[in-house]
Nanobody, 120 residues
Framework: QVQLVESGGGFAQAGGSLRLSCAAS????????MGWYRQAPGKQRELAAV???????NFADSVKGRFTISRDNAKNTVYLQMNSLKPEDTGIYYC??????????????WGQGTQVTVSS
């Protein structure tokens, strides 16, 4: 089995910073893409940022220049550094990973979500 465990999040004032971490554990063979999605109240879940195994990244237009994403392959961990936070960044942030586990089973895994609240 594969699990994604998130940490970080919490409260911040507008203009502040927060850092999210997500560690994947289990019988992992390969992690292809790791990323963060977010869901604001009353809205659909949307991509925030992803990083691929080759280090390439993609960001939602709304977070470009403010968020950075990185991964530590040795620790099977992805980080999301969120700077210059805005109230519209408020939501539940979910870690996501495309992983091949033992038995060459490839799947799309999700963390439990972590709340980020930005006050104006």
């Amino acid at each position: 089995q594969v699990q994604l465990v998130e940490s970080g999040g919490g409260f911040a004032q507008a203009g502040g910073s927060l850092r999210l971490s997500c560690a994947a554990s289990g019988r992992i063979v390969t992690i292809y893409v790791m990323g963060w999605y977010r869901q604001a109240p009353g809205k659909q879940r949307e991509l925030a940022a992803v990083v691929r195994s080759d280090g390439s990244t993609n960001f939602a237009d709304s977070v470009k220049g403010r968020f950075t994403i990185s991964r530590d392959n040795a620790k099977n961990t992805v980080y999301l550094q969120m700077n210059s936070l805005k109230p519209e960044d408020t939501g539940i942030y979910y870690c996501n990973a495309d992983i091949t586990s033992s038995g060459w089973r490839r799947g799309d895994y999700w963390g439990q979500g972590t709340q980020v609240t930005v006050s104006s």
